[in-house]
């Protein structure tokens, strides 16, 4: 019995120190070899939705041979793959329609261990006020968050930003421009009329400062452009509870929001730079890679050579932008699910798709194909930065390309017409450029369809073009505001500031001239003049959606007709000095005896054997509307 209790203990001890042993080997196994998880995208996403399954991207260590399942029996998980590394995992999870919203968090198991992915099914958001999209009933007004208003100073240097990153004399560091100035200044925004803010890229970017001895340093990411997480907010503009109050705030007021995104490239400080999901995530690596040449003519030419069209679609923008892969099916796929996640999640009406045209074609028309699945009045427009309505033509959504490919993209920017506008209302080209480059118009399915910069962030300001004077700049923005399609101004501009090249453009908007008693002689005469024509464009139906129709045009002068049933409405544009014009409306319909009345500019005429005379006044826009 003792012998027997002595050996007990011994067998007792020996294995209580075994087993310790064991533990403590298989604890620091374990800790070593445990899956771990630090980002799952999507965070989040909906039950009863177009999507489904959606599929995550979790990013960990030690995610080899693992498997994940949910805890609710209504959502499924399967095609698991994991990279070669253990650090992304991809899953689909199927989502059952009855789910409710809440956390639903995901349980990844490994032989070693097991740990979990935060997930969670939203509350969709009200179809009746958010994803409105947009139309020629609007006028879309750019806003560079960074550099139009500062209203929280709290979020303007970051613990992990050096100092130069934040100083406001630096035209290439971030200045302090946030969500709640934006949403401050929504007030403003509504009295000058415009109906849509497009903002800048929100993503989240790098916090730090680029240093090197060239001109453009040092420099910072205050743009937008260079994502170093899809799915966060930009800290220094705040944050994502923020970005839906002021989608919410600029809803109530009647003002649409425009998200944009890059799907083209991230920041090269982004996490995937250094340990990619798959190695084929981006278009080569940040050691090895090609840059864009930008030969963007071989995108619509049936000469191009396949070296130079990978080039060009591949190719890095910028050595710190890496190029990102539709071709691989799991890029096209997180991309098309990011897009559909940021609409969602805030209740935006569009999107502003930057460098499309560096993207196959089939990724624009499943990415277009797959926001209106789900939100049947989404809008989309790309960013096709060529001064030619043949290319940008190619790229807008409604026919077929002849490679077999319709991209469903909603609009386009028409970089031709603005340039046209410019030369014209610069006086380095006759006002006839106007409608020679209109004619153009019939290469798109439909030119209504068109959005129409006044000038943008990549562009020089009016006021600083070569031959530009007030009375040019507020031609140029009427001209913008009465041609067919989406017209889109640039902030300040409806107060004429000046500023160069990028970054002399991104100039910060003087704050006293968000308020009227705060303006310039200079800044009032233009802003009152913006208004008024988008006034004009919101009160005639004729002008956002009629059909235009020449009706004059020599060097000097231009006149056209906007007509929406019996609605006619004429603008005249005259550069010169003022002078008597006949006009033949009879040819639109316009009856003999009826009268034009100026609606902006003192000017009348009456009908008479299908003329109207019209005395217009030098360096103006007049619009008349036929009573
Ligand atoms: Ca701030
Ligand atoms: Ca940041
Ligand atoms: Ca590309």
Known sequence: MMTATKKHKKHKRFSVSLLCFLCFFVANFCYAQSPAVTKVDPP????????????????????????????????????????????????????????????YPLLVESASGSTMIPFSLEAPLNTQSNFQGITTDDVIYLIMTDRFADNDPSNNAPKDSPPEANDRNNPRSFHGGDLRGVINQLPYLKDLGVTALWLTPWYDNWNGVNRCDKRWCPNTYYHGYHAIDYYAVEDR???????????????????????????????????WVRDPPLPNWFHGTLAQHQLNKFRNLVLLSPHANQLDIRNTLDGWFSDDLPDMNQDEPEVARYEIQNALWWVGVTGIDGIRQDTIQYMPRFFIRDLSVALHRQYPKLW??????????????????????????????????????????????????????????????GLYPDASKVTVLANNHDTMRFMSLEGATTAGAMMHVAFVLSVRGIPQLYAGEEIAMEGKEDPDNRRDFPGDAFKAEGRKPNEREMFDWTRSWIKVRREQAALRGGKLIDLFVDDDTYVFARQLGAETIVIAFNRDKPRQVSVPVGVIGVKDGVMLRGLIGDVSGRVEKGQVVLSLPGQSAVALKAF
């Open 44 to 103: 989040s996403w909906w039950a009863k939705h177009t999507i489904n399954p959606v599929r995550l991207l979790v990013r960990g260590s030690n995610l080899r041979g693992a498997r994940v399942r949910s805890m609710n029996p209504e959502m499924r998980t399967s095609g698991i793959s994991v990279n070669e590394k253990g650090t992304y995992l991809f899953v689909d999870v199927e989502i059952s329609p009855s789910l409710r919203p809440g956390q």
């Open 237 to 271: 503009f705040g944050d994502l509870a923020t970005l839906r109050e002021l989608v919410r705030k600029a809803h109530a007021l009647g003002l649409k929001v425009i998200q944009d995104q890059v799907a083209n490239h991230v920041g090269s400080q982004h996490p």
């Open 380 to 441: 989309m427009v790309g960013e096709v930065f060529e001064r030619d309505a043949a290319h940008t033509a190619y790229f807008i959504g409604g026919h077929t390309g002849r490679d077999g490919i319709d991209t469903k993209l909603d609009s386009v920017f028409d970089f031709a017409l603005w340039n046209a506008s410019l030369l014209v209302f610069t006086n380095k080209a006759p006002m006839r450029s106007l409608p020679q480059q209109l004619k153009y118009d």
